[in-house]
């Protein structure tokens, strides 16, 4: 379960640090399979006029401290242009089935410019290989979770969930595409207000090996994301991800969110 978009038009959006809107959002998550818990994770997002700054961890909980001792962290930071999100760095590291996982990427004007992995896949002649077309016009998966809208008007409605989403997570270069599928009224957990259900296809581009039974899966699998202005009603982010697997039903979904900035006084509690 790992986690699981232009450098000079950036600076000339930029707002005087003493004058930018900062909004921030703290949070936990609860992960569960099956409807039963399995891990927590944690978020930091910060956007402080048009930077942003993410951070998440995960870690085991519930009957997942008996299935493994796994637990990771990734951080990014970049730019919102727009309706666009352009990164510039990421960095993850995790410890899984007694191997340790780490991805670093440099990130300018939408395409992956460098980029550290480890470890490397073993060498197969049938996995489609990532070439640099593929790390054109792509960003890291931590950035994906962010969605600005063009207009607060926009957000709550089928514009939030109009977008592909084409990500490279170190090894394989992905996309996912939304739909609208409608509003949904929540409450509790730190947010009270509307979420936009998307429905989420993710669509397997390079860096794969297309006659693995998890890639067919993948690839037909059911998926939903619930999306929530984060403090500033013009940017959304997941509430609530649900995947189809073949132990059961993943659940990524708020807990505890704490929001503050501008446009999140309905939000806040």
């Known amino acids: 379960m790992r986690l699981l978009i232009l450098p000079i038009l950036a600076s000339a959006a930029l707002v005087h640090p003493a004058q930018a809107k900062k909004s921030s959002i703290g949070g936990l998550y609860n992960i569960s399979v099956a409807g039963f818990t399995v891990g927590r994770g944690s978020l930091s997002l910060v956007l402080q006029g048009n930077a942003y700054s ?19 962290g990734a951080e990014a930071s970049g730019w919102l242009v727009g309706s666009k999100v352009v990164p510039s760095r990421y960095q993850m590291a995790s410890h899984a089935a007694n191997r340790d996982f780490y991805v670093a990427l440099k990130q300018g004007s939408g395409h992956i410019r460098g980029m550290e992995v480890t470890p490397q896949f073993k060498p197969n002649k049938e996995r489609i290989k990532v070439t640099s077309r593929h790390r054109q016009n792509a960003m890291d998966p931590l950035s994906a979770a962010l969605m600005p809208v063009r207009s607060a008007k926009q957000a709550l409605g089928p514009e939030a969930c109009k977008r592909k989403l084409p990500v490279f997570d170190g090894w394989t270069r992905f996309d996912i595409k939304l739909s609208y599928k409608g509003t949904k009224d929540v409450s509790g957990n730190g947010y009270d207000g509307k979420v936009v259900i998307c429905k989420a296809q993710w669509v397997p581009v390079a860096g794969h090996r297309p006659s693995k039974d998890s890639v067919k899966y993948m690839a037909k699998a059911s998926m939903e994301t619930w999306l929530a202005p984060m403090g500033r009603d013009n940017v959304l982010i997941p509430y609530r991800i649900s995947i189809d697997t073949k132990t059961g039903r993943l659940v990524v979904q708020a807990s505890k969110l704490k929001i503050s900035g501008s446009g999140s006084d309905r939000a806040s509690r």
């Not at 993410?54 to 990771?72: Q, S, Y």
């Open 54 to 72: 993410a951070k998440v961890g995960l870690e085991p909980a519930g009957i997942g401290t008996l299935l493994t001792t796994g637990k990771g």
